[in-house]
């Protein structure tokens, strides 16, 4: 969405929401083509009638109240002013967002307000808890192929040495988001078309799951290109929260970055030796009895003591995100790792998503190939796009 003329209160109301949430992020104070100028952001600070309302870009603008100007409140999710309600200058905190609205002071870089919508920093709080919990119970996994006829995408769901597939339907409603190449941050994905999707893809949904777990309605989609690897690690740098690994698949050294954002966790022995057992037994069992039924290999699992893998694709991942972090201290020169990376720029090291130390059963009992099947569910944080 471009700021610029606007042609009708429906069009203005649609800008703010799309502002508020983070739609249409803004440099800095802007002037449309009508002369007013703007900025949306975050109230840094608030001094009588004077207000610093800081960017998502980080970019500071002074604004300064004027006389008469109109307050008003909007929820986060609404789409028409005609929802807002009145709001007075004292009404607004700091970490508010807000649409200020108004003409340049006489510097060409401070605003005179005429206007301010405003969306509670509380509201706003509680509606990302709530989207959090939506995307946490939401459904993730590999895009097997897309039908534009259909609107459905087909997801391959991650299970420990299985997979099934789950259709996620959308709509001219839904809304399609796409990491960046070399980030893991959920809230700098970027709005893109359905076009950017392709087979091999991470794909995460929140929405509605259907009766049975085969379909799901998407409300939004997050989706991105990232790499599998795994490997033994070469040395560590703890000064830069970096470490070198040996990708066994390319059998080359790969430089891996730990940012704020990456999930680090060592997984405990018998647990490790759990999911070897489970991968060594069904790769058997698909070799010796190619029709053994889903209720078979539940009963063999049982025998042999392996963990349970549950009955939604997410929960293995949510059971990982839910084990207690690691850090680099924790890693030491030979052990091996499965890891998620960015799909990087082809310059500067790849940003570790998710890295799994203690791993050494699952490495060695493993078939060929299935390190990527059982770590690509987890790419997209342990569950759930994080929204910090």
């Known amino acids: 969405m471009r700021i610029g003329r606007e042609k009708s209160p429906a069009a ?42 800081l960017s998502d870009a980080g970019s500071p603008t002074a604004v300064t109240v004027e006389d008469g100007a109109k307050f ?49 920093k509380a509201a706003l709080a509680e509606k990302q808890a709530h989207e959090r919990a939506e995307w946490q119970r939401g459904m993730g996994g590999l895009v097997k192929s897309i039908d534009l006829s259909a609107s459905t995408i087909s997801l391959t769901t991650n299970g420990i040495g299985s997979s099934k597939e789950v259709l996620v339907h959308f709509t001219k409603d839904t809304i399609f988001r796409r990491y960046a190449a070399d980030s893991t941050r959920f809230d700098a994905a970027r709005v893109a ?52 690994v040996q990708d066994l698949a390319s059998k080359s050294a790969v430089t891996l970055r730990i940012s704020g954002e990456s999930q680090m966790r060592k997984l405990p022995a018998q647990f490790a030796e759990g999911l070897a057992a489970r991968l060594k037994n069904q790769s058997n069992a698909a070799t010796a009895s190619p029709t053994a039924t889903p209720h078979d290999q539940a009963a063999q699992n049982s025998q042999q003591g392996t963990p349970p893998q549950g009955g939604r694709g997410g929960d293995f991942q949510q059971m990982i995100a839910r084990m207690p972090a690691a850090t680099l201290s924790e890693l030491q020169t030979g052990d091996a790792v499965m890891v998620v990376t960015t799909q990087g720029n082809g310059k500067d090291p790849l940003t570790v998503i998710t890295l799994l130390g203690g791993v050494e059963p699952i490495l060695r009992s493993s078939p060929k190939g299935s390190q990527e099947m059982i770590l690509s569910p987890w790419s997209l944080g342990g569950g759930e796009p994080s929204g910090n």
């Open 12 to 53: 203005g109301s649609v800008l703010a929401l799309a502002m508020f949430l983070g739609c249409c992020p803004v440099a800095g104070a802007t002037q449309a083509a009508t002369g007013v100028a703007r900025v949306v952001g975050t109230i840094q600070a608030i001094n009588g009638k004077s207000l610093t309302v």
């Open 72 to 120: 008003l409140q909007i929820e986060p999710g609404k789409t028409d002013l005609k929802d807002a309600t009145p709001l007075t200058l004292a009404d607004l905190q700091l970490g508010d967002r807000v649409l200020v609205r108004g003409i340049f002071a006489d510097d060409g870089k401070a605003i005179r307000a005429a206007s301010v919508i405003a969306v509670k």
């Open 193 to 244: 078309p359905l076009t950017e999707i392709q087979p091999g893809d991470q794909l995460r949904a929140r929405g509605t799951r259907g009766e049975g777990g085969a379909e799901f309605s998407a409300a939004e989609i997050v989706s991105g290109k990232f790499r599998s690897i795994a490997g033994t690690v070469l040395s560590i740098d703890a000064a830069n929260n970096a470490l070198t």
